[in-house]
């Protein structure tokens, strides 16, 4: 059973830094990977996607890496501002017959001016 | 705009009354999934279709139904919802080919069960 954790669990950052968030799953057997971000009581922006024979996704001040073997994936946000306060998660899909999104906890992010 | 909508975005009701969820996305994808966000539990999948008449499953359906009449449509009914229930729900589609393609959420329903 695929199980995904993200750490950590929360995150206070001054604006302007470069941060890191973690995702780790058990399965490496993945189709594919998503971050998502989710403003508080809202709905899942999809940020970036990852395919299984990818390394890496770019999309502005984000980088998605993705170490399929080690079962690890890590979501770069560069020059932090406060409007990237939000919850980010982490989801595979494990492919099968019901395109399953395993979603870990989330990482709150909380960037200060 | 390519979108995932859901209907009601907010409902209250008591335990007993049969409710429906619409949910309806214009990307003419054939895959779509309900799921529901808990706190301490994350999200998880409820049912799935995988084309028109083509449901199942996923790991929490028990008190749900759904139906796939057309492409774009996929309700989630709850005929006699309990407080357990209480809720966010999540619809979500994709298009659906060797589960490669981007996963496209709704806006959430937040469901309250009295």
Same mark, same amino acid.
């Given at each position: 059973?695929?199980?995904?954790?993200?750490?950590?669990?929360?995150?206070?950052?001054?604006?302007?830094?470069? *941060?890191?968030?973690?995702?780790?799953?058990?399965?490496?057997?993945?189709?594919? *990977?998503?971050?998502?971000?989710?403003?508080?009581?809202?709905?899942? $922006?999809?940020?970036?996607?990852?395919?299984?024979?990818?390394?890496?996704? $770019?999309?502005?001040?984000?980088?998605?890496? *993705?170490?399929?073997?080690?079962?690890?994936?890590?979501?770069?946000?560069?020059?932090?501002?406060?409007?990237?306060?939000?919850?980010? %998660?982490?989801?595979?899909?494990?492919?099968?017959?019901?395109?399953? %999104?395993?979603?870990?906890?989330? $990482?709150? %992010?909380?960037?200060?001016? | 705009?390519?979108?995932?909508?859901?209907?009601?975005?907010?409902?209250?009701?008591?335990?007993?009354?049969?409710?429906?969820?619409?949910?309806?996305?214009?990307?003419?994808?054939?895959?779509?999934?309900?799921?529901?966000?808990?706190?301490?539990?994350?999200?998880?999948?409820?049912?799935?279709?995988?084309?028109? #008449?083509?449901?199942?499953?996923?790991?929490?359906?028990?008190?749900?139904?759904?139906?796939?009449?057309?492409?774009?449509?996929?309700?989630?009914?709850?005929?006699?919802?309990?407080?357990?229930?209480?809720?966010?729900?999540?619809?979500?589609?994709?298009?659906?080919?060797?589960?490669?393609? #981007?996963?496209?959420?709704?806006?959430?329903?937040?469901?309250?069960?009295?």
């Amino acid at each position: 059973k695929q199980e995904v954790t993200q750490i950590p669990a929360a995150l206070s950052v001054p604006e302007g830094e470069n *941060l890191v968030l973690n995702c780790s799953f058990t399965d490496s057997a993945i189709y594919n *990977l998503q971050w998502f971000r989710q403003d508080p009581g809202k709905g899942l $922006t999809s940020l970036l996607l990852i395919q299984s024979s990818q390394r890496e996704q $770019t999309s502005g001040r984000l980088n998605a890496s *993705l170490d399929k073997s080690s079962g690890r994936s890590t979501l770069y946000i560069a020059a932090s501002q406060p409007g990237d306060s939000a919850t980010y %998660l982490c989801a595979v899909n494990s492919g099968g017959s019901n395109y399953k %999104l395993t979603f870990g906890k989330g $990482t709150l %992010l909380t960037v200060n001016p | 705009e390519a979108q995932v909508t859901q209907n009601p975005r907010y409902l209250i009701t008591v335990t007993g009354k049969k409710l429906t969820v619409t949910c309806s996305q214009n990307m003419n994808h054939e895959y779509m999934s309900w799921y529901r966000q808990d706190p301490g539990l994350g999200l998880r999948q409820i049912y799935y279709s995988m084309n028109v #008449e083509v449901t199942d499953k996923g790991d929490v359906p028990e008190g749900y139904k759904v139906s796939r009449k057309e492409k774009r449509n996929f309700p989630l009914i709850l005929e006699s919802p309990s407080p357990n229930q209480t809720s966010l729900y999540f619809c979500a589609s994709s298009r659906a080919r060797y589960g490669t393609y #981007e996963q496209y959420f709704g806006p959430g329903t937040r469901l309250t069960v009295t």
